[in-house]
């Protein structure tokens, strides 16, 4: 695989609601060779979210939208988007459910990271619910977003086990360390599948191309 350098990364918006343990997971990531993202804005519904600490450190646009007017702050949200031409969206503990309308406009373009083994514990409280259920095991996800919570096409997992003592607590660090590295590897996934059709592709216009040519 090709290393994308500069202007040639994937221009990358990560949308957080929390600490930003995930986003400033992947801000350390887009910084190695091997990573094709360049994060270029952090957006957040929490202007408490202590993750927009790290668009002051890494210099990094960041931006808040309350959502309170759902309707309105979509728009604005995609038309900043558009401004910084962003073509990949993370959800990186992002506490809000967006529209159809909005996630179609970005339609698999976006990723997220859950922290069960879906289509398991959908939606919150989720390592309570795995103990509660007395699961084995429990893990993150990685998934790309569609309209339904927590449903779309999943790109990579990654378990735990869930121990006889084990609380909400010190599942959700065990489960925590893991996701740091499934969401590279999920990115790295989709980002050779996508070449790969890219390659399929202009090879099928190649073929085709010169298939015309012969019988003209």
């Known amino acids: 695989m090709a290393l994308l350098t500069g202007s040639n990364k994937i221009k990358t918006a990560v949308f957080i609601s929390g600490t930003g343990s995930n986003l400033k997971s992947l801000i350390k990531f887009s910084k190695l060779k091997k990573s094709p993202l360049s994060i270029n804005l952090i957006l957040s519904n929490n202007p408490k979210s202590k993750g927009l600490q790290y668009g002051k450190i890494f210099k990094i646009k960041t931006k808040i939208f309350d959502?309170?007017?759902q309707h309105v702050d979509e728009k604005k949200t995609l038309f900043l988007l558009y401004k910084n031409r962003i073509d990949l969206i993370c959800f990186a503990g992002f506490m809000k459910i967006l529209s159809k309308t909005f996630?179609?406009?970005?339609?698999?373009?976006?990723?997220?990271?859950?922290?069960?083994?879906?289509?398991?514990?959908?939606?919150?409280?989720?390592?309570?619910?795995?103990?509660?259920?007395?699961?084995?095991?429990?893990?993150?996800?990685?998934?790309?977003?569609?309209s339904k919570l927590d449903s779309g096409k999943i790109i990579l997992q990654d378990k735990v086990r869930i121990?006889?003592?084990?609380?909400?607590?010190?599942?959700?660090?065990?489960?925590?360390?893991?996701?740091?590295?499934?969401?590279?590897?999920?990115?790295?996934?989709?980002?050779?599948?996508?070449r790969k059709n890219l390659f399929l592709f202009l090879r099928f216009q190649h073929y085709h191309s010169h298939e015309q040519n012969f019988y003209q």
């Open 67 to 69: 959502f309170k007017k």
């Open 103 to 146: 996630i179609n406009n970005f339609d698999g373009k976006i990723l997220n990271i859950h922290p069960s083994l879906l289509p398991k514990f959908k939606g919150l409280n989720t390592h309570e619910r795995a103990i509660r259920n007395k699961e084995k095991y429990s893990g993150c996800t990685v998934h790309f977003v569609n």
């Open 163 to 194: 121990n006889k003592n084990e609380t909400p607590k010190t599942l959700a660090k065990k489960i925590l360390a893991k996701e740091h590295k499934l969401y590279q590897k999920a990115i790295l996934k989709v980002f050779r599948l996508q």
